[in-house]
């Protein structure tokens, strides 16, 4: 019911990822949070992909330098949704149903404003740049790529998977610790940005594996930062 629900509301057309000229080359940037970002004077290299992708709160705006200001797709779930810019597709990644009756409610009634933490009521974003990461696609990350390693898959992993499945070349940037070790986002010094390593709500450690072997094995280039 809320699945059909769901689509009353929005398109749920994808098919617009799928679309292009055979003969060209799709290069995706795959822009993680992390503090290895800092001085890493990536941006233009970043927005020379065709598809950005960021996730949850990252910001542009004061790190143009590092992390690039160009955002074509912006991953999310309810508790970390930001305002993009008008010509950015938000996909939401559903990790419960709450999540999918919270797109409903965030595009009309605005009824639900907290789920396990406080959620926007209301969101602006066109409805046709709303895309919803499938659940099916969630649990095959989890069970072929994660081996069921913590409680589940981290957005950031969900997001590298779900662009080597959309793209000739990823290119992924600000993913795991920076060069002292610290787990932090690259705009602010949080004292409990690796808190996930000791909940095992993500096993980072195993997600961090993942995509140093597809770097090995040429399937991704990995950009270590500073």
């Known amino acids: 019911d809320t699945i059909k629900e769901l689509f009353e509301i929005i398109p749920g057309d994808g098919e617009q990822l799928l679309e292009r000229d055979a003969s060209q080359c799709r290069r995706c940037a795959v822009v993680g949070n992390s503090g290895n970002l800092r001085q890493s004077q990536y941006g233009q290299d970043i927005d020379a992909h065709d598809f950005v992708l960021r996730m949850n709160r990252a910001p542009t705006a ?18 970390s949704f930001r305002d993009l810019a008008e010509n950015v597709s938000m996909i939401v990644i559903p990790f419960k149903t709450l999540d999918l009756r919270w797109i409903v409610s965030a595009l009309t009634t605005g ?8 959620v926007p009521r209301k969101i602006k974003v ?10 099916v696609f969630i649990k095959y990350v ?12 981290s957005t950031g992993i969900l997001s590298v998977i779900f662009a080597l499945h959309l793209c000739d070349e990823v290119d992924v940037y600000g993913f795991g610790a ?13 004292a409990s940005g690796g808190a996930f390593r000791k909940t095992m709500v993500h096993d980072g450690d195993f997600e961090s594996n993942i995509t140093l ?4 094995i040429d399937k991704i280039r990995f950009f270590k930062g500073r």
């Open 126 to 135: 066109k409805r046709d740049k709303i895309l919803v990461y499938h659940p």
């Open 111 to 118: 009824t639900i404003n907290f789920t396990y933490v406080p």
């Open 142 to 153: 989890y069970d072929h790529w994660l081996q069921n390693h913590g409680r589940y898959p």
């Open 62 to 79: 004061g790190f143009e330098s590092d992390v690039g200001s160009k955002t074509t797709h912006h991953l999310v779930y309810p508790e």
């Open 213 to 216: 072997t597809l770097a090995s």
């Open 178 to 190: 920076d060069s002292n070790g610290n787990w932090h986002h690259y705009w602010e010094n949080n």
